[in-house]
Nanobody, 124 residues
Framework: QVQLVESGGGLVQAGGSLRLACQAS????????MGWFRQSPGKERRFAIA????????IRSESVEGRFIISIDDASNTVYLQMNDLKPEDTGVYYC?????????????????WGQGTRVTVSS
């Protein structure tokens, strides 16, 4: 059974950086897409960024373009999200997700596997 465990959230000032990690287990992931979504209070879970395990192509939402980078360490089965130039509107719970589908990756419904989330708070 696929399990995803996020870590690395916390409090950061606007303009700062954070790196989130997602430890994946329970399968061989080279046929998976891996992604990150985020959910602000009172809002729906929104797509941020995704990449196939092989590393290309990378898909990002406009809101994170030029600031967020997703990477995969195949040796440790870990997916990283490097977040730079953070803004208060980036505040929320960040979820790691996995799918073998690779279809409409910007839709949460396309992702069957989810982590428990890690909270990120960006202060102004």
């Amino acid at each position: 059974q696929v399990q995803l465990v996020e870590s690395g959230g916390g409090l950061v000032q606007a303009g700062g950086s954070l790196r989130l990690a997602c430890q994946a287990s329970g399968d061989t992931f080279d046929r998976y897409w891996m992604g990150w979504f985020r959910q602000s209070p009172g809002k729906e879970r929104r797509f941020a960024i995704a990449v196939p395990w092989t590393g290309h192509p990378e898909i990002r939402s406009e809101s994170v373009e030029g600031r967020f980078i997703i990477s995969i360490d195949d040796a440790s089965n870990t997916v990283y999200l490097q977040m730079n130039d953070l803004k208060p509107e980036d505040t929320g719970v960040y979820y790691c997700a996995a799918t073998t589908g690779g279809g409409e990756v910007h839709k949460a419904s396309a992702w069957p596997y989810w982590g428990q989330g890690t909270r990120v708070t960006v202060s102004s």
